[in-house]
């Protein structure tokens, strides 16, 4: 069983309809909808649409949110089912800084709205981090530097996407990519295009409705072996990224041409 199934195993439940009413009104046979409730089956991109238009519940909350843990008329009253983004506090009410575990990053795609999920990480405190909520992610990859594996990022949440601001950095939580640390490039349509600063990389678009979170860069956590001198050579090593972007972009042409 998955939390898509027992989600709509349960909204089911709730508007007291059978799998064949249910599977009628989603042009679906029986048969095919019951392998998705028992979990035998994932459903593809254009179902989740429909059954997410039937129950008039997000995407988003259908495959990550464990919706029998809220009351169900305040989850439909929220826009677009957002739930209110969990909030820890220590002993003296001050915002505690959870910290996302390396080896565990991908279960924070299906736990960050999880008040139970998010209690049961670590947490720090920073004494020049008070002003918002903040939370610790972990890097990974080439893309950002100076952050490499083992470095933690720590973002401040962005409630809305309108705040994010052209050439700033964000941790943006995504469904299909989940973490990813990027610099914010600009809004177009229904989607953002973001890059990394490694130029090796190319930018690239992410629609709305697969951002889940967004944290803007506040501070970061290094290793113990992190020496700032092993970057003093960093614009010769921009120098073979570019190298290498640039050869990659002659092949993409001399491709096209043929």
Do not use: C
Not at 43 to 61: G, H, M, Q, T, W
Not at 85 to 110: C, F, H, R, T, W
């Amino acid at each position: 069983m998955s939390i898509f199934s027992d989600n709509i195993r349960f909204l089911r439940a709730q508007k007291n309809v059978s799998q064949q009413e249910l599977a009628d009104k989603i042009s679906l046979s029986r048969v095919r909808y019951s392998k998705y409730e028992d979990g035998r089956s994932e459903a593809p991109y254009e179902l989740l649409i429909r059954i997410s238009k039937y129950f008039n519940v997000s995407i988003d909350l259908l495959l990550t949110v464990d919706i029998r843990k809220y009351p169900l008329e305040d989850i439909l009253k929220l826009p677009d089912n957002r739930i209110v983004l969990p909030v820890i506090v220590d002993k003296l009410g001050n915002n505690s800084i959870e910290i996302v575990p390396q080896k565990a990053s991908m279960g924070y795609l299906s736990g960050y709205s999880d008040p139970e999920y998010i209690e049961s990480l670590q947490r720090i405190s920073l004494p020049f981090l008070v002003n918002g909520k903040y939370r610790a992610f972990p890097a990974q990859g080439d893309s950002m530097p100076p952050f490499k594996d083992g470095s933690y990022i720590i973002g401040k949440y962005v409630e809305d996407i309108n705040d994010l601001k052209t050439g700033k950095s964000y941790v943006f939580v995504t469904l299909n990519d989940g973490i990813s640390y990027k610099r914010f490039r600009a809004k177009k349509g229904k989607s953002v295009t973001v890059a990394a600063d490694n130029p090796f990389y190319k930018p690239y678009d992410i629609p709305f409705g697969e951002i889940v979170e967004v944290w803007q860069y506040a501070s970061g956590i290094f290793p113990e072996d992190f020496e700032p001198g092993h970057f003093e050579d960093y614009n010769i090593k921009d120098m073979f990224m570019q190298l290498r972007k640039d050869i990659r972009d002659l092949e993409d042409k001399v491709s096209g041409n043929h």
